[in-house]
């Protein structure tokens, strides 16, 4: 029986290679897994990677050209592609496939609101960059309301990369700080990104004697430069950078002074029974320096997939005269699903996963934004909001 | 003698509990069964006994007592089992009774085990008077049994000669026996010593008296018992004995509570209607004969001044008709319970804009300063609500200040924050601080009725606060001001509802807060593009032609960040000539897209040569933010000319 092909578009070039093999390998750790309990209905599942190079819309494009052409998937499913603008979306809708991604970009909304019938299969595995505004404005003054942090001040500066990802988190931050107390006193500051140097930004920041100083920016290596330019001549004030200070080679660059900094992320590998357990399998197929937090992003989608077209009654490949791509969609719209990142569950109108606590109260029925706090000499990432997932409560950073 | 049995049969099916009705008849004996080897017997005598020990049957009723009927005994177990309960009276005869009666009362349930579990009350009913026989002669009996009453005999010394089955329920659920033979005074005593009768401390003898002489007189009278239950009861004498019977009318009395209880709210809400149409209809007519006089001037005035200070007027007066209606409505939606609380978790700072933002204007105009001191405090409770108290409050202050302003404030309360709104106004009597909150109260001593409004947004601000459960407080000093203030409890911060909850790119997009000029002759296309680019978030100027563009410019004092222009115009310029128009307008070369449906390659090759990116119609969502991105984000003086995307 031949096997359901499901493609991915990972962006191998230097700057993203570390998150692109880390979500080949979330995904192929989920198809084994998939296919020892005998697949989708019986039928084998296998992984197609294409390199979807700068991420442009052109190379996004043309990737997702090559899945449906050449290959013939069922689905694409994969990390992020930033700078497609959503352009892969026509290549999907054309073809009625499933597209699952994690580009956290409030874009996908639109553009699913503009037509949700043509872009039916078109999903956001993660919440929207949107979210990390808000979430973070309230996981700085929970910090401050419940005690555990006293603020020199109520002033924020902003550092945002050049991607529209990291642009809309620095506008969704100035946009509700006010209500919650606080003054965005510098910025957002957009620094044209990839770049390794921030001296001229961090200049600007340090004359406004901010409380936090935050960079929306994501890549990991450049975030590891930004925070030991930061120590290079540090102030008193709370360190927090976007997403890529979770990955390992943020650490393995940074070293024992990443210790204090805050990182947040809108999916995150869970430190519960299942989340441990997941981080032991992964490491064992794929090495201890592999970054599960990061390929549990492709493995809990790829899951879910298999889930929902398990239930559906199968797959469909491109241009399905059945439109069966259609009842998979369905199910992944109505069946929530609890994974190692917490739970995916769909809203009807975005297509997005829903954020915990931003947007539900429920933990069951969201997935957490996760504030972790890299402690221990800059060996462990310890989840310190929200409830219930904590690992560990904030200390002040090393530098205060 | 009324004792209490129990019985517990054993899982399986009818068979076994057959075996069980046939032993039961044949030994009299209601028993708990043990080990199976023998038949036990639980038994309690009436109220003066206790719970007895358990003993084998033929030990507790010497000379083995047999039933008349069995098959009656048997089809009365087989009804308890059926049906759940069942009553039966039966003839029974021993050596110590030759021929007696015992009435049985017992009921039965299945425990989750599969056990049948039976209790049941058999009382000795011999000598009742009553004697069983065949239902032909033994009808009288079988017609006090039917009855719903319960039904009791007094002979003419006070003694109990006879009482139906009913009698014997209602006396041994009270707790209190009655055999026959007992006389009246001691059992009413015994009822009021059992406190099973409601009555108060120390009026049981009282009580007791009263009950004797509402017999002596045939008089009825109404028993409220501890459980609730309410009874009538009636004396009828008959040839030198009293009949007594007792009705159970707790379901009627009840009910006539409830109707009074109805008609003590509908009155009381009518009234309520009544004074609040003749305060509001009294409180409407005096701005209303202001604004017919008012008009009447402007329709006689000759000078502009003088008709706009009449214009003036006539909007003061509508405003207080406007107030007076906003509060009619507010108390039509409170008496009709019509008022849903949504209690959500917000942020203060929220609500205390908005109600700076409306107050401010009028406290000004009042010559008052209006501070609302900011707060990031979070609150739990319905939002709309709590505006509402607050507004009565600042309008109030308003209303009662005539020097200095108007303070609105947070202050911690532990798990609370109190909300307080401070004035510089007149002040208010310490007797009234209470009476303030009443319907339709005016506060003595407010000179003007301007000032006394209608008296009810106190009492508005006091009914929202119930709904919510939120405390109002009211401090004030005579001459020196008053703090109203409202208790809000602290909410929580990861569930505060920030902003809108339609999430999309309008709220906080890669684009939002840019601005574009977008000129297109194409009707169709010139509104699709403007709908597409709001919903990104940026804002929007559209223009049919360059020479448009350029007014609409001056005139609002636009300044784009992008400008996209068609190419081909009907006027026969070209979209890269309206750029350069547009940027001599502006004094700024802003980046600009050309927008063509031409595909003709000399022509695009030339449009690419004056370093103009440029997009072919119909234009992909995706390629315009791909483009705009670049222009808006990544340095835009490379002159970025982007490769067509694939069709």
Not at chain 1, 273 to 293: L, M, V
């Amino acid at each position: 029986m031949s096997s359901i092909k499901i493609g991915s578009m990972l962006p191998f070039r230097a700057a993203t290679m570390s998150d692109a093999t880390e979500f080949r390998n979330g995904a192929e750790l989920a198809i084994h897994e998939i296919n020892s309990r005998g697949g989708i209905n019986g039928r084998p599942v296998s992984l197609v990677c294409v390199d979807s190079g700068d991420q442009s819309a052109v190379a996004v494009s043309v990737a997702a050209q090559r899945l449906v052409d050449e290959h013939g998937v069922h689905a694409i499913i994969n990390g992020y592609n930033m700078g497609s603008h959503n352009s892969e979306y026509e290549v999907v809708a054309d073809a009625g496939l499933i597209y699952i991604h994690s580009n956290t970009l409030i874009q996908h909304h639109d553009t699913i609101a503009s037509d949700p019938d043509r872009y039916f299969g078109c999903f956001m595995g993660n919440p929207a960059d949107y979210w990390y505004g808000q979430g973070f404005i309230k996981f700085i003054s929970w910090l401050r309301d419940s005690g555990q942090w006293r603020p020199e001040s109520n002033r924020l500066a902003i550092i945002s990369g050049s991607r529209p990802y990291s642009i809309v988190i620095a506008r969704a931050m100035q946009s509700v700080a006010r209500e919650f107390g606080w003054e965005v006193a510098f910025g957002p500051e957009i620094v044209e990104t990839p770049t390794r140097d921030w001296r001229a930004a961090l200049e600007k920041a340090r004359a406004c004697k901010p409380a936090v100083l935050v960079n929306t920016h994501f890549y990991a290596s450049d975030l590891a430069h930004f925070h030991k330019q930061f120590l290079d001549d540090p102030f008193r004030c709370l360190v927090y950078m976007q997403y890529g200070g979770v990955h390992r080679s943020f650490t393995d660059i940074a070293g024992d002074h990443a210790e204090g900094v805050i990182v947040g992320t809108v999916i995150g590998l869970l430190a519960d029974r299942i989340g441990r357990a997941f981080a032991e399998r992964y490491a064992a197929a794929f090495g201890d320096a592999s970054t599960p937090e990061v390929g549990c992003v492709t493995y809990s989608a790829v899951h879910h997939y298999a889930m929902a077209a398990a239930i559906a009654g199968g797959t469909g490949g491109p241009y399905d005269p059945a439109e069966q791509n259609r009842k998979v969609a369905a199910v992944l719209r109505s069946v929530p699903f609890r994974s190692v990142v917490g739970t995916i569950n769909y809203h009807p109108g975005w297509q997005a996963a829903i954020p915990y606590p931003d947007y539900t109260n429920d933990p069951s029925l969201g997935m957490p934004h996760l504030f972790y706090q890299i402690q221990k000499s800059g060996q462990e990432h310890e989840i310190i909001a929200p409830e219930p997932y904590t690992t560990a409560r904030f200390r002040l950073p090393s530098w205060y | 003698m009324t004792f209490r049995w129990r019985a517990i049969a054993p899982k399986g099916n009818t068979p076994g509990l057959a075996e069980l009705a046939a032993r039961a008849s044949q030994s009299l004996g209601y028993a708990v069964l043990s080990d199976g080897r023998d038949l036990w017997l639980d038994w309690a005598c009436g109220a003066a006994g206790r719970f007895g020990d358990l003993m084998p049957i033929r030990d507790a009723l010497a000379g083995h007592p047999a039933f008349a009927n069995p098959a009656s005994v048997q089809h009365h177990i087989a009804r308890l089992l059926k049906t759940g309960g069942s009553e039966a009276r039966f003839a029974v005869s021993s050596d110590q009774v030759p021929e007696g009666f015992l009435h049985d009362s017992s009921s039965c349930e299945r425990s989750e085990d599969g056990l049948f579990r039976i209790t049941g009350f058999a009382h000795d009913v011999s000598g009742r008077g009553l004697p069983a026989g065949d239902s032909r002669s033994d009808w009288p009996r079988l017609a006090v049994e039917a009855m719903d009453q319960a039904v009791a005999c007094w002979d003419r010394e006070g003694r109990l000669a006879f009482a139906n089955s009913r009698f014997d329920q209602l006396a041994a659920g009270l707790g209190v026996a009655c055999p026959k033979g007992r006389p009246l005074h001691d059992f009413l005593a015994a009822l009021a010593a059992s406190r099973e009768v409601d009555l108060a401390e120390g009026a049981a003898a009282d009580w007791v008296a009263r009950v004797l002489a509402d017999r002596t007189r045939e008089r009825p009278g109404e028993w409220l018992l501890s459980n609730g239950q309410s009874v009538d009861v009636a004396w009828r004498a008959m040839e030198g004995m009293v009949l007594m019977t007792v009705q159970d009318v707790t379901r009627a009395r009840n009910a006539e509570r409830a109707l009074r209880e109805a008609k003590r709210l509908a009155e009381d809400a009518n009234d309520k209607k009544s004074r609040f149409l003749s305060a509001a209809s009294h409180d409407l007519r005096q701005p209303l004969a202001t604004l017919k006089i008012l008009v009447y001037s402007g329709i006689e005035s000759k000078s502009e001044a003088e008709l706009r200070d009449l214009v003036r007027s006539m909007d003061v007066a509508v405003s207080v008709m406007d107030e007076i209606l906003g509060l009619l409505l507010q108390v039509g939606q409170l008496d009709a319970g019509r008022i849903a609380v949504q209690r959500h978790h917000f942020q203060a700072s929220q609500m205390l804009e908005r109600l700076r933002r409306e107050f401010t204007p009028i406290a000004e105009q009042k010559g008052l300063t209006l501070r609302v001191m900011d707060s990031a405090a979070t609150l739990e409770t319905d939002r709309v609500l709590l505006e509402r108290i607050l507004g009565n409050f600042i309008s109030n202050a308003i209303r009662f200040t005539d020097r200095g302003g108007i303070l609105v404030g947070l202050r911690n309360r532990g798990a609370h924050k109190e909300i307080q709104v401070w004035d510089t106004g007149c002040g208010i009597p310490e007797d009234q601080h209470k009476k303030i909150f009443e319907e339709f109260h005016q506060v003595h001593g407010s000179p003007s009725a301007r000032q006394r409004g209608l008296g009810l947004g106190l009492n508005i601000a006091q009914r929202i606060a119930d709904l919510l459960s939120h405390n109002l407080r009211v401090a004030s000093r005579l001459g020196r001001g008053t703090m109203f203030s409202v208790e809000v409890p602290v909410g929580n911060i990861w569930q505060s509802r920030v902003g809108e909850r339609e999430i999309s790119e309008r709220l906080a997009g890669e684009f939002f807060g840019a601005s574009a000029l977008v000129i297109e002759d194409n009707d169709d296309f010139r509104a699709a593009l403007e709908g597409m680019l709001a919903r990104w978030g940026v804002t929007v100027l559209a223009a049919r032609d360059g020479d448009g563009a350029v007014s609409m410019l001056r005139a609002q004092g636009f300044r784009p960040d992008l400008i996209l222009v068609d190419y081909s115009f009907p006027n026969g310029k070209t979209g890269t000539q309206i750029l350069t128009q547009v940027h001599q307008e502006l004094g700024a070369k802003v980046p600009g897209i050309v927008c063509t449906a031409d595909t003709d390659p000399e022509l695009l090759t030339a449009i690419r040569a004056g370093g103009v990116p440029l997009l072919i119609k119909p234009v992909s969502p995706a390629r315009l933010r791909s483009v705009m991105h670049h222009l808006l984000y990544e340095n835009p003086d490379r002159g970025i000319a982007p490769r067509e995307s694939p069709p």
